[in-house]
């Protein structure tokens, strides 16, 4: 990874020295970088065992156990012993205590080995090491390492500013737990809330973790990394493994979290898992804080004003035990750039449920789901879902539709998918107000229509889309006041190539494939401007009842004989019937020679 180059210079004068072999056989002076004299040693084992003259205020260790394993590092004498002494701490035999004093402390100048063998299960402990770090906060270097530093604990980053950095693939942790599991490997916490609609006691801020690689053994109700009540958190150049539940998970008075350049390649795992790879959720209610230090009993829902502000960046996953992103009672979450597999089970790609609003997802390429890819839930609102390019629903349950809008004003842009469940009524349901469509390519469909809205879903609007179905129709729409326009209707062999139940629709601009009779259908009780549409030679459009005369179809091409052409005039309208004649009346249509005749052909 890149370290700034003052970072390089303070691993190269502490940490780094034991990392080259860099050892002194016997106690000499070195340069102490605050401009006074420190003895070098070999070792802090060594240097406990010593008696330092009074005028030395600075020892230079060349490893932790023994030279050149690591663990070397910078210590300052203390003019007492420590309140409460901690493995950052050293004391020679001569009763002396000393205090790390490197801007930079590795992992292995707290004892860390980093020796576990994964594949084995064998190795040193290095827990105590790992949570001391963590307890000293400042910034902390997880070399890289042949094996893993293993722990058999969450590790809780709880001091502002705390900075824990590596390199990359090769610095990695890896928890082995218990039955019950740890929680979680890493942990970015401040205090709880003390009562149920209170704030954090205390939110942890500032913190960056980067070029780690988090491994939790497959363990469940173990998450990789889990932030609540912080701010100010920067996440980057992270890798998960063998992850059993979240990878990433950001839970209760969270804000100003960015997450970018992240490598999952397992989560989710652990036995019938209803878990997502990335996991974003606000307070709601009646939920038990009391296992943090003073923390209520049961909150309230906060309605997603705790959490915001969230980003996700290029972020990579290969595999999924369910779901791959969930957004709860939150608002301002950003991704943009993921990356993903197959989702497994019945998992869904990217889930919006409580109160979501002002969120967006962009630039996803993902696999096939035996799901859904967008479930978006009745609360949210004002959600953007574009630029995607997913594989197919393969699955064969009734809810299997690809994309749920239940959320008022959401746009989905630009994405295309194929829609292989029979099952489900439809690949796109819109069931909330205000929805936008535009440039979604569905290569094909087995469902029964590509795109269905009930009457909640009013005010729909629809364009540049293509929808494709080698047996189904291209859209039912119940709902009012839906506009189509521009789009490519490619389903010549369905009943119908669209359908409109209700009332003060238009229908302009859009190329319709297919022959038979009723390519566009409009039920009694419905009406539709329909206008400049293009239609296959011989194609009509279906009026039931009096529904054409509380329409309007002119300009249109490709109709066959007999096709509806009919022009709203004030409170009236103005008809050319079935021969031709032209008729007028002030007010509706009845039949399709009602109305006064001013005119004929020729």
């Not at 100003?256 to 996991?279: G, L």
């Not at 003060?504 to 009723?518: H, M, Q, R």
């Not at 103005?574 to 052909?601: C, E, N, P, Y």
Request: net charge negative.
């Amino acid at each position: 990874m890149s370290v700034s180059p003052l970072t390089r210079r303070s691993l190269l004068g502490a940490a780094g020295a034991g990392a080259v072999g860099v050892a002194a056989a016997a106690p000499s002076s070195a340069a102490d970088p605050a401009g006074s004299e420190a003895l070098s040693v070999p070792s802090r084992a060594a240097a406990e065992q010593m008696i330092v003259n009074g005028r030395v205020r600075a020892l230079r260790t060349f490893g932790y156990a023994a030279a050149g394993d690591g663990g070397g590092a910078l210590y300052r004498r203390l003019d007492a012993a420590p309140a409460e002494p901690d493995r950052w701490h050293l004391r020679t035999r001569d009763g002396a205590w000393w205090e790390l004093a490197d801007d930079v402390v590795s992992v292995k100048a707290l004892g860390a080995a980093g020796d576990y063998d994964f594949e084995t299960g064998t190795g040193t402990d290095d827990t105590d090491a790992l949570q001391a770090a963590a307890r000293r906060g400042g910034t902390v270097y997880v070399p890289g390492t042949d094996g893993a530093y293993l722990t058999t604990d969450s590790i809780s980053l709880l001091v502002d500013g705390t900075h824990w950095f590596g390199d990359g693939l090769r610095s990695r942790i890896t928890l082995v737990s218990g039955p019950g599991g740890a929680g979680e490997l890493l942990g970015i916490h401040g205090a709880a809330p003390s009562t149920p609609a209170g704030p954090p006691q205390r939110y942890v801020q500032g913190v960056r973790v980067s070029g780690l690689h988090l491994d939790t053994s497959n363990g469940s109700n173990d998450n990789g990394l889990g932030g609540s009540f912080c701010r100010d958190v920067q996440i980057d150049n992270l890798y998960f493994s063998r992850i059993g539940r979240k990878a990433l998970t950001f839970q209760y008075h969270c804000a100003n979290v960015r997450c970018r350049d992240v490598t999952v390649y397992e989560a989710a795992t652990e036995p019938r898992s209803t878990f997502a790879v990335i996991s974003i959720e606000g307070q709601t209610a009646g939920v038990d804080l009391s296992y943090y230090p003073g923390g209520t009993t049961s909150t309230e829902d906060l309605g997603g004003t705790d959490v915001h502000d969230i980003t996700f960046s290029d972020i990579t996953c290969h595999s999924t035990g369910y779901n791959y992103v969930v957004v709860s009672n939150a608002h301002r979450v950003r991704f943009e750039g993921l990356a993903l597999g197959d989702t497994s089970g019945a998992g869904s790609f990217v889930i919006f449920t409580r109160k979501v609003w002002d969120s967006h997802v962009r630039g996803v390429r993902g696999g096939n789901t035996a799901r859904r890819f967008f479930e978006i839930g009745e609360q949210a609102h004002s959600c953007t879902f574009e630029d995607f390019r997913f594989g197919a629903t393969t699955g064969t349950g009734a809810d299997g539709r690809a994309i749920r809008i239940g959320g008022t004003r959401i746009r989905v842009a630009d994405g295309s998918f194929r829609h292989a469940n029979a099952v489900a009524l439809e690949a796109v349901l819109v069931a909330g107000a205000d929805a936008t469509i535009t440039g979604l390519h569905v290569t094909e469909c087995a469902s029964q229509y590509v795109l269905n809205a009930p009457p909640a879903g009013v005010r729909l609007k629809l364009t540049d889309c293509t929808f494709v179905s080698s047996t189904g129709a291209a859209f039912r729409i119940k709902g009012d006041h839906a506009q189509l326009s521009g789009n490519h209707f490619r389903t010549p062999a369905g009943p119908f190539a669209g359908r409109f139940e209700g009332p003060g629709n238009v229908f302009t601009g859009n190329d319709v494939a297919g022959t038979a009779p009723g390519r566009l259908v409009v039920t009694a009780d419905a009406s539709v401007v329909a206008t400049l549409n293009t239609f296959e030679a011989g194609a009509t459009m279906t009026f039931d009842g009096g529904s054409l005369y509380a329409s309007a179809a002119f300009g249109n091409t490709g109709l066959g004989e007999g096709g509806a052409n009919l022009v709203p005039l004030g409170g009236g309208a103005l008809h050319a019937d079935g021969a031709g004649v032209l008729r007028i009346k002030g007010s509706r249509f009845a039949s399709d020679t009602d109305g006064v005749v001013v005119g004929g052909q020729g």
